[in-house]
């Protein structure tokens, strides 16, 4: 049972354009969500989050939206770089069950220069 | 601070045969998971510990993996005899206790240790 899914396994876009990157969840119960980016041969690394009484969160180029009643989050770049050139994992959790999260099947963005 | 070690970062071995990877989380954090990410896959709990007491093994198949993390720091996955599905890239994560500016969950990762069972 996937709990989280990251319906687009590849993202490509150019340099300076957004990128939009999609999540959805079926669990009703989770209430907080991550997103961690990963390069090749290194572990994820926490980039945003945001808790179910948020609708947005906002950390420099990165937003990440939260739709409750459409069960879907998405993280928005703004301007994408190089850089940014990973593969992101959306994750969930319930606040009250502790720490455990449960991640999506990750989407490889490419930005292209 | 340190981040996250493990240890070895490849392993290659045959079907039936054991392997054992390490974790030493970083300095403080009580609790410390492993995941388990097969290729094209998101990463799935297999264990968590809080100090040396497990919190979660729910995911874990333990007719062949055992954790251990016997006083409370470093922890040390074992698969024996190993499968070719075991093939994935074994991480180990650790959380810090009482995280400030509501980034509750936050976990830090180490590199992973690749396995391959051929």
């Known amino acids: 049972d996937q709990q989280v899914k990251q319906n687009s396994p590849s993202l490509s876009v150019q340099e300076g354009r957004i990128s939009i990157l999609n999540c959805d969840y079926t669990?009703?119960?989770?209430?907080?969500f991550l997103w961690y980016k990963k390069y090749p041969a290194e572990g994820p690394t926490f980039l945003i989050s945001?808790?179910?009484?948020?609708d947005k969160n906002e950390d420099g180029r990165f937003t990440v939206f939260l739709n409750k009643s459409a069960k879907h989050l998405s993280l928005h770049i703004v301007p994408s770089q190089p850089g940014d050139s990973a593969v992101y994992f959306c994750?969930?959790?319930?606040?009250?069950?502790?720490?455990?999260?449960?991640f999506g099947e990750g989407t490889q963005l490419t930005v292209n220069p | 601070e340190a981040g996250v070690a493990q240890s070895p970062r490849y392993k290659i071995i045959e079907k039936r045969q054991s392997v054992a990877f390490w974790c030493n989380p970083i300095?403080?954090?009580?609790?410390l998971y492993w995941y388990q990410q097969i290729l094209g896959q998101g990463p799935k709990l297999l264990i968590q510990?809080?100090?040396?007491?497990?919190?979660?093994d729910s995911q874990l198949p333990k007719d062949r993996f055992s954790a251990e993390r016997l006083k409370g720091v470093d922890s040390t996955l074992k698969i024996q005899p190993a499968k070719l599905e075991d093939s994935a890239v074994y991480l180990c994560?650790?959380?810090?206790?009482?995280?400030?500016?509501?980034?509750?969950?936050?976990?830090?990762f180490g590199e992973g240790s690749r396995l391959t069972v051929l």
């Open positions: 994560a650790s959380r810090r206790p009482g995280l400030a500016g509501g980034r509750t969950g936050e976990l830090f």
């Open positions: 669990n009703s119960m989770f209430d907080y």
């Open positions: 945001i808790s179910s009484i948020k």
């Open positions: 994750a969930a959790k319930r606040e009250t069950s502790g720490s455990r999260l449960t």
């Open positions: 300095s403080g954090h009580a609790t």
């Open positions: 510990f809080q100090n040396n007491g497990v919190v979660d």
